[in-house]
Nanobody, 117 residues
């Protein structure tokens, strides 16, 4: 059973930066597509950014130019770099692993990001 553990959340002022990490318990990058999603209070979960199966990256328009995704295969870790954070970025951020060749759809427990002055 693969486990995903997010870390790096916290309180940040508007305009600030945070880097979230998602550590996987196994080597899944070759079979699963890694993504970051978020859920703000009383709103549905939404996709923030994801690797695609063909090696590209898809990103939500609301964070384009400010958020990036990267991975370190040696550490089985995916990162979400968030710059110039805005108050609407306040949410619980989740890491996920999924895809047709992924054994299952995996989710982390989430990490809270609060953007406030």
């Amino acid at each position: 059973q693969v486990q995903l553990v997010e870390s790096g959340g916290g309180l940040v002022h508007p305009g600030g930066s945070l880097r979230l990490s998602c550590a996987a318990s196994g080597s899944i990058f070759s079979t699963c597509v890694m993504a970051w999603l978020r859920q703000a209070p009383e709103k549905p979960r939404e996709l923030v950014i994801t690797f695609t199966w063909t090696g590209g990256i898809e990103i939500a328009n609301s964070v384009r130019g400010r958020f990036t995704i990267s991975r370190d295969s040696a550490k089985n870790t995916v990162y979400l770099q968030m710059n110039n954070l805005k108050s609407e970025g306040t949410a619980v951020y989740y890491c996920s692993a999924s895809g047709p060749q992924c054994r299952d759809n995996y989710w982390g427990q989430g990490t809270q990001v609060t953007v406030s002055s």
